[in-house]
């Protein structure tokens, strides 16, 4: 719940500012939110595959690690897999569907 109310209160004042027109303009504030916690939740996914892979190495002995590394690096995967198959596929329904925001759907890394 504090992790929630933290970023509630970074994207607050993105929210407060942004006074949409029109459906369009709605939709741009929604890329927009959704272009800054991409990259955040992609980073995440990484971070858990790392993580569950240095278990999985370091504690080669340990049945309980092992396994424990292996849901880490699984869970990882599956996590990176979700968040790119989503990005990729609001990013072909809004190249059909011509919209211009001004906000890139693709990543800059």
């Keep these: 719940m504090r992790y929630f109310l933290l970023l509630i209160s970074f994207l607050f004042p993105l929210m407060a500012f942004a006074q949409p ?17 991409l990259p955040a939740a992609v980073a995440y996914a990484l971070f858990l595959f790392v993580w569950g892979l240095a278990k999985f190495l370091s504690r ?19 996590g990176l897999f979700v968040i790119l198959s989503a990005w990729a596929l609001a990013s072909i329904i809004a190249g059909s569907f011509d919209f211009q925001f001004g906000v890139p759907l693709a990543p800059r890394f």
Excluded: T, Y
Excluded at 21 to 37: P, R, T
């Design 60 to 78: 080669g002995g340990s049945e309980e690690s092992v396994e424990e590394g292996k849901k880490l690096m699984l869970w990882g995967i599956i």
């Design 21 to 37: 027109q029109d459906f369009s303009g709605f939709v741009g504030i929604v890329i927009g939110i959704i272009n800054l916690a």
